[in-house]
């Protein structure tokens, strides 16, 4: 789930469920203590700013709703630290920073009452990012391993400046 904020000139802001798609690799420097990075996709079609304020060309303001499409990826750094509980199941805390290439596509504005929209351009954005995780991992059959929690992530100067996810990652160990 994130939070956006209006990219085009105005005032609004939007909370909309995303599709995310990762892929991490890593290095345990030893059981406990992994380095690496990660790939993120996301898509997010159709988000919606209701009751949105855009300024329109001539200086006016209108009111209305603003729908856009999110596509980003980013890419960063992380380090991992698993509790050594001596058993399959262990708890896991993650942090992850790096940076995220936002397009936002189909940027549609449809003004209060009426039947038409107005068409904005797209906005491209680059932002850092920080993340953390806490996570339960299970591993078995000495290769395979799963794991899922709660992931928080902040963006810097972007138009998504807050995001909450629910991990789920299986994996393998080489």
Known sequence: MARYELPVAGAGSATSYAATLTL???????????LGGRLRL????????????VRMPDGSRSLGDVYEDDLSLGIGALALYRFDTRTSLAPVAEVEAGFTSHQFQRIEHIPAGA????????????????????LVEYRFRDRWVAAAG??????GGGLMPLGVRVPVRVGVIW
């Open 42 to 53: 996301v898509r997010n079609p159709d988000v919606h700013f209701g009751g949105a304020v």
């Open 150 to 155: 709660i992931a928080l992530q902040g963006e």
């Open 115 to 134: 039947t038409h929209t107005i068409p904005e351009r797209g906005v491209s954005r680059v932002a850092l990012y920080g993340a953390a995780a806490l």
């Open 24 to 34: 991490s690799a890593y290095y345990g420097l030893s059981n406990t203590f992994h």
